[in-house]
């Protein structure tokens, strides 16, 4: 009882504005060498999200339309309340386009 008030009360939801990519020279340009920010060897139907520097690497993020990742990435014009959600092919990441979501946010530790 007491580990779930824990637990509810580490938990937040964030309005964040949700867009996609993969990791294609598309949309990594010179960084698209399947390696993440946090040095995270990224493998065939991976979810995981970018995110700005204030949540730390390894925090989890449930994400409405696209499910629950950690976060193993930074990017560029990934600040404030954005964030990029990882598809394994660039069509997909087309599809999702861009977002204004509450996302639940699950801090590390
Ligand atoms: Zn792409």
Request: aromatic share 14%; glycine share 10%; proline share 6%.
């Given at each position: 009882m007491l580990f779930q008030l824990i637990l509810l009360s580490a938990m937040f939801i964030q309005p964040m504005e949700a867009t996609a990519y993969c990791g294609g020279e598309c949309c990594c340009g010179e960084y698209a060498d399947g390696i993440t920010a946090s040095g995270y060897i990224i493998r065939?139907?991976?979810?995981?999200?970018?995110?700005?520097?204030?949540?730390?690497?390894?925090?989890?993020?449930?994400?409405?339309?696209?499910?629950?990742?950690?976060?193993?990435?930074?990017?560029?014009?990934?600040?404030?309340?954005?964030?990029?959600?990882?598809?394994?092919?660039?069509?997909?990441?087309?599809?999702?386009?861009?977002?204004?979501?509450?996302?639940?946010?699950?801090?590390r530790g």
């Open positions: 065939p139907g991976d979810k995981l999200i970018a995110a700005p520097t204030t949540f730390k690497f390894g925090t989890e993020m449930y994400v409405p339309g696209y499910g629950r990742a950690s976060i193993k990435d930074r990017g560029g014009a990934i600040q404030d309340d954005r964030l990029d959600v990882y598809f394994s092919k660039h069509e997909e990441a087309l599809q999702w386009g861009w977002q204004k979501l509450l996302v639940r946010v699950f801090p």
